[in-house]
């Protein structure tokens, strides 16, 4: 703990005046205090959890494995049957030669097949590319060949069926594995890949397979939207999944007897968050294939569905839904997600009586992130002096301009901090343990792209920033407020 910290938690333990002087000079102190409590928890808890993701689901496989680990459909899907299916899908991969730190592309709709795939490649320590399932044609080809994937993995459906074999001449010699054919010939060009998995063995790998692999290296690519150019991959390394599932599992408080409702695409980050936190915790998934506003509540009813996660148009969604009588009866305790706007946040919380709604702000890329603790509707976080000071990556508002998206600088050549009220484009510093010979990657793209992210000479000499992409506002009591989005950022 930073020493500015520990006097700051001291002195807030002190007497009694003192904390009442406190909160008279500064009334923003108490919720200040809460963001640093839970940065505590979660610093302190990735700290002591240096494993990679796929450690943690093996041991609760072993400790608990008869538990849901995925409910989809009314079907329940145990830890000890989904690791099963991870060893066929390793074992397959292996025989073709892959190993450590080949990168492998999946193309899933929400399903258990997924997450079974996913788990069988991070078993071998490969590098999943977490395809968009609605991508077709160009953008397809280029999400796929960008990543230098070695093979492809298909999910159930027809549509990806199709939109896979109208680019099978563009993908060079990577091998093309269709699961759900059942016993439906393969069109030419496409592996099924059921024989494989009902012939292959459930046998654990020998953990010497990863034994190299550390929380630097790649678990996965996430996509960005592609709204400004092709889809660029993120670098998803598994320390950073490690920090998304312990900082999601912390602001939810999630406990292992929690259901954690999912009906985002697994492709997106959002996602991501729920399903590490369940394998951070050893809770369930309640997997959705795709989100509806009427069978939403019925869901979370029928499941005894404790968490949920949210985008913004997911929420619009449900109070579009004419109103019932079981709008309240649910289990549901906290409503975890970001884009909830301060008109929509306070018409759920009344009509849902949701307990919690914990926003958040942050970027599928990006090295940071903020929390709204204190439930305050419409504020995505807090930006406060004492924040900022003890942050390991300071973050700012800046002057910038519109049609580049990039930041205006003084006559010194330095960014223009905003004033409270004016919109600013936020930005984060990345810090010097992450970047190396100058140079810091976000994406496994080209050169450009990833300096086209990059803020130097920010505020001091050899200073890097990261540009988030997004324009937000800060009240006089240090909340923030997003107001929009310029960039392609998920």
Not at 138 to 145: D, F, T, V, W
Not at 234 to 246: P, T
């Amino acid at each position: 703990m930073r020493l500015s910290e520990k006097i700051l938690l001291g002195s807030a333990g002190t007497a009694g005046a003192g904390v009442i002087a406190w909160r008279t000079m500064f009334p923003w102190i108490q919720d200040d205090l809460k963001v640093i409590k839970l940065v505590r928890q979660i610093d302190k808890e990735i700290q002591a959890s240096q494993s990679l993701l796929i450690d943690k689901f093996e041991k609760f496989a072993a400790q608990i494995p008869h538990k849901p680990f995925i409910i989809f459909e009314d079907n329940l899907f145990s830890y000890e049957l989904v690791d099963q299916m991870a060893c066929r899908v390793a074992n397959i991969v292996k025989s073709w030669g892959l190993g450590p730190r080949d990168c492998v592309a999946m193309i899933f709709h929400n399903e258990p097949a997924f997450l079974w795939t996913f788990l069988g490649l991070q078993k071998l320590g490969i590098t999943a590319a977490l395809i968009n399932s609605n991508l077709k044609m160009h953008p397809l080809i280029h999400s796929i060949l960008v990543a230098n994937t070695k093979h492809v993995i298909v999910g159930s459906g027809d549509d990806l069926l199709g939109a896979i074999t109208e680019v099978l001449d563009d993908l060079g010699n990577q091998k093309i594995y269709v699961q759900g054919l059942g016993s439906l010939p393969a069109p030419t060009g496409v592996h099924s890949f059921d024989p494989l998995l009902q012939v292959a063995l459930p046998v654990a790998l020998s953990p010497t397979v990863r034994a190299g692999l550390t929380l630097a290296d790649l678990s996965c690519y996430i996509y960005t939207s592609g709204t400004t150019g092709t889809p660029k991959p993120a670098l998803i390394s598994n320390g950073k999944l490690c920090r998304i599932g312990i900082t999601t599992r912390c602001r939810t408080s999630l406990k292992p007897e929690d259901r954690y409702y999912v009906a985002l695409p697994v492709f997106h980050t959002a996602a991501w968050m729920a399903l590490y936190a369940c394998i951070q915790t050893g809770a369930t998934v309640v997997l959705k294939q795709k989100f509806s506003a009427s069978q939403f509540w019925p869901d979370c009813r029928r499941h005894k569905v404790t968490v949920i996660h949210y985008i913004g148009e997911l929420f619009r969604y449900l109070i579009a839904q004419p109103p019932s009588e079981l709008d309240t009866q649910h289990s549901v305790r906290v409503a975890l997600g970001n884009g909830l706007r301060k008109d929509i946040w306070v018409e759920v919380s009344q009509r849902f009586k949701i307990p919690l709604i914990a926003e958040f702000y942050g970027a599928t890329e990006g090295i940071a992130a903020v929390f709204n603790i204190s439930n305050k509707p419409g504020a995505v976080g807090r930006l406060s002096p004492l924040l900022n000071k003890i942050d390991a990556y300071p973050k700012a508002l800046v002057k910038f301009d519109y049609a580049t998206a990039v930041p205006l600088r003084d006559k010194n050549g330095r960014c223009i901090r905003v004033s409270v009220g004016e919109p600013g484009l936020f930005i984060a510093k990345v810090p010097e343990n992450l970047i190396q010979n100058g140079q810091f990657r976000i994406y496994q793209s080209s050169a450009e792209a990833n300096e086209a992210k990059l803020v130097r000479d920010a505020f001091e000499p050899g200073d890097i920033y990261m540009n988030f992409g997004d324009v937000l506002v800060l009240d006089k009591d240090y909340f923030l407020y997003f107001q929009d989005r310029i960039g392609d950022t998920f």
